[in-house]
């Protein structure tokens, strides 16, 4: 059965939009502008870029935010086969996970500031081989505390039946 992550992953998609879609704006809107006006000796008018951000900010960042972090919450799930964990996730682009439970080498539990504050845990599933991603492969987001507890020992066994 397909589960979702909890309501508290929505902050974490919203975030991660956020902190890249507000990055690109402020390159773009802030530091070219305020650069081109700097060298142009327009010294008096470096303060319309900040303006500028801020209204683009507000209209756009955070509007996509939402939008986005609403559509990756509804699209996320993860399932325990027989076999395998099974991670389905992605809005235009849809990306399919199958880790085996023989390729399993530890499973962590972490606990940010914000999951503190939401009530929610990410469980990191560290698999044999590298995938060439700066995240592991099993990565669930976010998962109630006590559901990963129960993620990590059901993992932890099918790893300590296997030896």
Known sequence: MKKSLHPGAIWIFRLNC??????????????????????????????VPVIVFLICFIVIVIPLSEIYARMAYKRWFYEFTNDSLKIEKGIVWKKYVTIPYERIQNVDIHRGVIARIYGFSTVIIQTAGYSGVPMPEGNIPAVDVKEAERIKNFLINKISKRK
């Open 18 to 47: 956020y902190f890249g879609l507000g990055l690109l704006s402020f390159l773009l809107i802030f530091v070219l502008p305020t650069m081109l006006l700097a060298k142009a000796g327009a010294v008096s008018l470096v303060w």
